[in-house]
């Protein structure tokens, strides 16, 4: 395909109008340019597109050996690369490779020879050590936030996976920070570097609006419940400086009538899964979360950002706020403080918010609820299968009823009305999917903690 036919076939998937000029800066320079690549831009600029144009492109038709490898630093990155991909190309075969999910799985999937691998650095090492991946084809590497990568302490990783794909004939490395110096490991040669750090258009700041809540006697909860009250119906995301912070804020939402989701780096991945798909299909307004939902998570609906604890850093607080205002968005972000806790010294500009004790008592409330169905990609199902089975129940169930469909290795979580659930489950748990005996259930997060495992 020709960059023009890559990017029309993107925005029209993607539902959006044009490329910003990061993007098509990028995927210019790799059209004219037989280098590697750089791109650096703030956190929700819109990299992933800048990055994914130039991998197609670089795409060399049928091949039985991988042809582009994609590493990213988390799981939901990794997951959100794949979703994008598929939704751009869908043709083009691509393999989802992370931890916390069985790798025999991963290797049945790399035996069908896909043209893209997205993985996290542990598992990819894992499959290149074990032979599950040639790389005698590759033509594009892209290190997808590197940055982070970095700072999560995977250098050793992939100082040993550069040792593995030195066959790649290009290279693409994303930040959201200035890398000086680059590590020697990375070997990027005759790069040109597309740097839109200090563009104001991208900067999220611009888009987003600051202001300070102060606890009156330093019982930050109880501020916490005002401020949620004051604050539209709209979706949002708390941050907690830890685990226990962020448990200790969920809990205490939930028992003030408050539905919320909890998400942690401790949480397995499945009830992770469910706390984004809750969150993003609008069953859940709040979501209570730790620095790993700053990066990786790519919820175009979040309109409030809390610090519930002060970030750990500038960057922390830059990309915290980063999941608000994506593209072309605006945002508010408002921090919280104990009366004795100054602001962090790089917090400018900033309103407070006046806060009615009792507010508009918004809740936080919906009226979708989500349903779970005990199949997904290994049964077969796709998301056409559910919305054909959820609209042929004896409900009368419209497809225009029924919202985001996300589809997992064994079990799907579908948007529905919430008043009509009780009716979908009755009508589902008496009828076959693809011939299969399926139960539905209220999709319900639970609190169940991870085994460690291979990263």
Same mark, same amino acid.
């Given at each position: ?295 990786? $998570? ?6 409030? !950002?809390?610090? #519930? *604890?002060?970030? &750990? ?5 830059? +990309? @915290? ?75 009368? $169930? ?6 985001? !469909?996300?589809? #997992? *290795?064994?079990? &799907? ?5 919430? +008043? @009509? ?35």
């Amino acid at each position: 395909m020709t960059d023009d036919e890559v990017t029309a076939q993107a925005l029209k998937a993607l539902k959006i109008d044009h490329l910003n000029a990061m993007q098509r800066e990028a995927i210019d320079a790799w059209s004219s340019h037989d280098g590697d690549m750089m791109v650096l831009a703030p956190t929700g600029s819109g990299k992933t597109l800048a990055f994914l144009a130039p991998l197609l492109l670089s795409l060399k038709g049928q091949s039985r050996n991988v042809q582009a490898i994609v590493i990213a630093p988390s799981r939901e990155l990794v997951q959100q690369i794949f979703n994008v991909l598929k939704r751009i190309s869908p043709l083009t075969t691509t393999a989802c490779c992370y931890g916390g999910h069985d790798s025999a799985t991963e290797k049945r999937s790399l035996e069908s020879h896909p043209s893209v691998v997205v993985s996290t650095p542990g598992r990819l090492l894992d499959h290149l050590q074990r032979g599950n991946i040639t790389t005698s084809a590759l033509t594009c590497l892209v290190l997808d936030e590197f940055d982070k990568t970095l700072e999560l302490g995977f250098d050793d990783e992939m100082r040993t996976i550069m040792s593995h794909v030195s066959t790649a004939t290009r290279k693409i490395l994303t930040s959201a920070t200035v890398l000086e110096p680059l590590p020697g490991f990375v070997k990027l040669k005759s790069h040109i570097t597309i740097n839109y750090l200090m563009d104001n258009e991208l900067k999220v700041e611009k888009r987003i609006s600051l202001w300070h809540a102060k606890a009156s006697d330093n019982n930050k909860l109880d501020t916490l419940l005002t401020l949620l009250h004051n604050i539209p119906d709209e979706p949002t995301i708390v941050f907690a400086g830890s685990r226990e912070n962020a448990q200790i804020a969920s809990n205490f939402l939930s028992k003030n009538k408050m539905k919320v989701v909890l998400y942690h780096g401790a949480l397995q991945q499945v009830e992770r899964e469910k706390a984004v798909a809750m969150f993003s299909n609008g069953t859940v307004m709040v979501m209570v979360a730790t620095d790993l939902a700053a990066r990786g $998570l790519d919820i175009t609906s979040v309109k409030h !950002i809390i610090h #519930y *604890d002060l970030p &750990s850093s500038q960057e922390a607080f830059v +990309h @915290r706020n980063g999941r608000t205002a994506r593209a072309d968005s605006h945002g508010h972000a408002y921090i919280i403080t104990a009366q004795n806790e100054p602001l962090p010294h790089y917090v400018s500009q900033c309103n407070n918010f006046s806060m009615m004790r009792q507010g508009n008592q918004n809740m936080k409330s919906s009226t979708t609820a989500t349903l779970h169905i005990s199949a997904g990609k290994k049964e077969k199902v796709s998301r056409a299968d559910i919305m054909g089975f959820l609209t042929a129940l004896s409900t009368k $169930l419209s497809a225009g009823d029924i919202g985001k !469909i996300n589809v #997992y *290795d064994h079990f &799907s979580l579908v948007a529905v009305p919430q +008043h @009509r659930i009780h009716d979908i489950i009755e009508a589902g748990n008496h009828t076959k999917l693809k011939k299969l005996k399926v139960k539905l259930t209220v999709a319900v997060q639970q609190l169940r903690l991870a085994k460690p495992t291979v990263r």
